[in-house]
């Protein structure tokens, strides 16, 4: 892989975005953030990552979930369907409790599924696998 | 004149034609839409499609009983009043058809004024039993989303300090992490701080909303109440180069709970503090007037928008704007200040100008010497 990859943060908790940026950046990630969803779709268009870490839940509300549904479906972010993302929750306890993993929900199902805090090991591995199948 | 679509419906089971015929007139003057049958095994389907209000079933019918109708009106929905008429008013049958879960009976004959006063009854009480379990399910609603959003407060923070505590960890000394790592221990600690916070105000919220607390009359001296705050804010006040001034009139004392009072203005002047602006300041002034005292708490701060003021002493409701966006708070302050405000009797309000500032003004009970003599 000749190009670094880029990784978007889309949360609105300013300590988890330094944590990670910082697990990332050390592992050699270029990081972006966005503090909401709005803001997120922005970065999507000005700087597109490779991956998006998306967490469900901002200001109280599941905009999460409309992220999703917008860069999947909305005409302007056509260009940037293939992007994966996975989706960060702190309220589910496990991907399988989660409504963005239910069957009924394919249209904002994310390509992955993540509990906060995130486990280290596992995140690192899901990005290698992430990155390298988008770069392929 | 009602539209036929809002008219409440009644179904009405007689085994006899007369019996039916003068009750659909009856009520059907009185704007009910009414529906007959003659047994209970097509009432039953009749109060299953047409999901009446109100039932007037007769006791004794040939096949399916009165009692057998009643529980099975009840099995399609509880909360349908039934009204039983019974041929023989003995005591007996009436009661064994209320202890079926029977709203009221009527014994034959009767008239029509009897049948209308009785059924109007009946619809007064389910109306109230609708509406007594549409409090309950709002209750029900606004304690989930309270647990909820408290979870939510705190997991968001805990979820933060475990992030950076892992980072920490993983990274061990890699030079990336050297410099930032006093950085991160700092802002744990303060999540932390504001998570202790968060926890004793929602418990001081609930203390004043469990029964007993908030009712002691003391004897509260305000100018002693706010020169003990002035002394714990005066270096954060002066750190954020905000001056702290008081007027209070002599013998300025409410009527009021200590603990209470204390927490309320606690409250009042930390905010009027944290929203300041440099070389501003908070001025907390009282008045005396037919057996009030009138406490204002002033800032020249921020200023709350318009259009928040409705919310703002709503529990969790916070500013959330460019001028707030470094603050950080539970939401809970002002929703604690109304609550224990309102336990001793008083009113809180506030007017706010952008960019001006904000004037909370709190109206307690005064402290009069003969409550001293009656104590």
């Known amino acids: 892989m000749s190009v670094v990859p880029k990784v978007l943060i889309v949360d609105d908790d300013q300590d988890f975005r330094a944590s990670v940026r910082a697990l990332l950046e050390s592992h050699g990630y270029r990081v972006l953030e966005a503090e909401s969803g709005h803001e997120g779709l922005r970065k999507v268009a000005d700087d597109t990552p490779d991956v998006i870490l998306l967490d469900i839940m901002m200001e109280s509300s599941v905009e999460g979930y409309g992220i999703t549904h917008s860069l999947r479906y909305r005409d302007e972010f056509a260009a940037y369907r293939g992007i994966p993302i996975i989706m960060v929750s702190s309220i589910e306890k496990s991907p399988d409790d989660s409504y963005a993993m239910s069957p009924e929900v394919e249209m904002i199902r994310p390509d992955a599924y993540l509990t906060k805090p995130l486990d280290i090991d596992k995140f690192l591995k899901l990005l290698r696998e992430v990155t390298s199948s988008a770069h392929v | ?375």
Request: hydrophobic fraction near 40%; proline fraction near 4%.
């Open chain 2, 1 to 375: 004149m009602s539209s036929p679509a809002e008219r409440e419906t009644i179904v009405v089971i007689d085994d006899d034609y007369a019996m039916r015929l003068s009750c659909r007139k009856i009520l059907e003057k009185s704007g009910f839409n009414v529906e007959t049958f003659e047994d209970g095994v097509q009432g039953l389907e009749g109060v299953a499609r047409l999901k009446p209000g109100l039932v007037v079933v007769d006791l004794k019918m040939p096949g399916m009983s009165g009692l057998e109708v009643i529980g099975r009106v009840h099995a399609i929905d509880p909360d349908i009043i039934l009204v039983v008429i019974t041929g023989y008013a003995t005591i007996d049958t009436a009661v064994e058809a209320m202890k079926t879960g029977a709203y009221d009976f009527l014994p034959k004959p009767f008239a029509p004024d009897e049948l209308r006063l009785i059924v109007n009854r009946g619809f007064e009480r389910r109306r109230l039993v609708l509406e007594g379990r549409q409090y309950e399910v709002e209750r029900a609603l606004l304690k989930r989303r309270f647990i909820t959003f408290v979870s939510h407060q705190l997991q968001t923070p805990l979820v933060a300090v475990h992030q950076y505590l892992d980072v920490l960890k993983h990274l061990g000394d890699h030079p990336d992490v050297a410099e930032k790592r006093e950085e991160w221990i700092h802002r744990c600690l303060q999540r932390i701080e504001a998570m202790q916070v968060m926890v004793k105000e929602w418990l001081e919220l609930s203390a004043v909303e469990s029964e007993g607390f908030a009712r002691s009359r003391d004897r509260v001296d305000l100018k002693v109440v706010i020169a003990d705050i002035f002394a714990a804010y005066q270096p954060h006040a002066e750190a954020a180069q905000v001056s702290l001034e008081s007027d209070l009139p002599d013998g300025c004392s409410v009527a009021g709970d200590r603990h209470c009072v204390a927490v309320l203005f606690d409250n009042l002047i930390a905010n009027a503090v944290k929203y300041n602006r440099p070389g501003g300041k908070v001025t907390v002034g009282a008045e005396i007037q037919s057996g009030e005292v009138r406490i204002s708490v002033a800032d020249t701060g921020i200023g709350i928008p318009e259009k928040y003021i409705p919310f703002l002493f709503d529990e969790f409701f916070r500013v959330r704007d460019e001028a707030t966006r470094n603050t950080s708070g539970s939401g809970l302050g002002l929703a604690i200040c109304r609550k224990v405000t309102a336990e001793m009797g008083g009113q809180i309000t506030v007017e706010s100008k952008v960019e001006e500032g904000s004037v909370f003004r709190v109206s307690l009970p005064a402290w009069r010497q003969k409550e001293s003599n009656a104590a």
